[in-house]
């Protein structure tokens, strides 16, 4: 069955630094990928997707990156600062028309 | 423009008893789901609807129904809950593939409902 793993441990990093993050995934032929942040006590809200057919993606600060071949997308937080604190999750879609199913997600916390 | 609305955000049940899920939207979404968040195990897919009168099941969706009979609602019953369904539960909706600027199922989420079945 399809499977998406995010970063197991939680990540800590000082502010200022670049946080990268992972997702990979098997048994799943996705064509978009997406990238929410969740606030604690909140719903996810959208960040950033990338298309199958794109190498990468940036906005502002934050850029996404999509292999394939490797089933695997990273995503980095530039010049961090503590308000990036949160959890961030991944999500795959097959198509425009189709479910969007979640990873477990990454928590971050960028130490001032 | 209110986004995703759900009602109750909290609630407590007893093991055996039924209750509902309410979530509205007013964005004219075609698409809505149902996911619950449970610690370690990110969001899971219970429902979900690509338009009135179809719903399809997700990755869990035992223990629960929906129903979908205007473009704007989609409810979530508990019909004899039970302690596993203790959660925090989702609705979000979306324009499906009509999504402007990306074209893809990109998601807008209410603000949960923290269910507690003791």
């Known amino acids: 069955s399809q499977k998406i793993e995010q970063n197991s441990e939680a990540l800590n990093i000082q502010e200022g630094k670049t946080a990268t993050l992972t997702c990979n995934y098997t048994n799943y032929s996705p064509a978009y990928l997406q990238w929410y942040r969740q606030d604690p006590g909140r719903g996810p809200v959208f960040l950033l997707l990338?298309?199958?057919?794109?190498k990468e993606k940036r906005k502002e600060r934050l850029k996404v990156t999509f292999d394939t071949t490797l089933k695997q997308s990273l995503f980095h937080i530039t010049a961090s600062q503590p308000a990036d604190s949160a959890t961030y999750l991944c999500a795959l879609t097959k198509t425009s028309y189709d479910k969007v199913i979640f990873g477990p997600g990454t928590s971050l916390s960028v130490i001032p | 423009n209110a986004g995703v609305t759900q009602t109750p955000k909290f609630q407590v049940l007893k093991t055996g008893q039924s209750m509902t899920l309410q979530c509205a939207q007013d964005?004219?979404?075609?698409?809505m789901s149902w996911y619950r968040q449970d610690p370690g195990m990110g969001l899971r897919l219970i429902h979900y609807?690509?338009?009135?009168?179809?719903?399809d099941q997700g990755e869990v969706p035992n223990g629960y129904n929906v129903s979908r009979s205007t473009t704007e609602d989609f409810p979530l019953r508990l019909l004899s809950a039970a302690p596993s369904q203790t959660s925090v539960y989702f609705c979000?909706?979306?324009?499906?593939?009509?999504?402007?600027?990306?074209?893809?199922?990109?998601?807008?989420f209410g603000a949960g409902s923290r269910l507690t079945v003791l």
């Open positions: 609807s690509v338009g009135a009168g179809i719903t």
């Open positions: 964005m004219n979404h075609e698409y």
């Open positions: 979000a909706s979306s324009y499906l593939g009509r999504q402007p600027s990306s074209g893809a199922n990109v998601l807008t």
């Open positions: 990338i298309r199958e057919n794109e």
